[in-house]
């Protein structure tokens, strides 16, 4: 049974996935990954959250980096926000978005392009360590 859950809005994020996959692997975390877009497949993504077991959503998503506030919309589980880096901005055009969610819809959020971070914080929102 995964205890977390990777989705990335866009398969060209799968490089900070893996970062975030194999800290979760050096905790004996069991995870899954998806690649789900917010924008292109909303039907899709209510139909995963509201079906999937894991206790901790990894969202990685870059400029309007919407993933992240939607999944933590339709769940009350909590959500690690991961901003993406990009050519304009550097990535700072999603790490607002994630941050800026309104009242009662919380995202943590970790550095730009950090999966790592956000594997780390999702095994201590777990309570597991090493």
Known sequence: ??????????????????????????????????????????????EYISKSSAEVFICIAGLAAALPGVVASKTKKPVIGVPVSGKLMGGLDALLSIVQMPKGVPVACVGVDNGENAAHLAARILGISV
Do not use: T
């Not at 799968?14 to 789900?36: P, T």
């Open 1 to 46: 049974m995964p205890h977390v859950s990777i989705i990335c809005g866009s398969s060209s994020d799968e490089e900070i996935a893996k970062k975030a996959w194999e800290v979760l692997k050096s905790y004996q975390i069991g995870y899954d990954y998806q690649v789900i877009s917010a924008h292109r497949d909303p039907d899709r993504l209510d």
